[in-house]
């Protein structure tokens, strides 16, 4: 009696990385792209000057939204970055 070869399985379901792995994935700890930057930690420094009306009016704003100074201009830059990026 002759032997069969074994079957072989695809490609497809050899590899457990192939195929939806969404329900695998925690929801709640997805992160939107445009806040990654924000967790990364804050070790670099810049100096930059502004003339004294866009600082008074950046302040307001930081003031108006609750936030810092800084923390408004990052999220100027994050944003300005993500729109690049798209």
Request: hydrophobic residues 35%; proline residues 6%; aromatic residues 2%.
């Amino acid at each position: 009696m002759k032997k069969s070869a074994p079957k072989r399985n695809s490609k497809r379901s050899q590899d457990p990385l192939a195929g939806n792995l969404s329900k695998m994935i925690e929801r709640s700890e997805l992160v939107p792209a445009s806040q990654l930057f924000e967790f990364l930690p804050k070790n670099a420094t810049i100096a930059l000057r502004l003339p004294e009306e866009l600082l008074k009016a950046l302040k307001q704003r930081a003031k108006d939204e609750h936030k810092d100074t800084q923390k408004l201009i990052r999220e100027a830059l994050i944003d300005l970055i993500n729109d690049k990026a798209s």
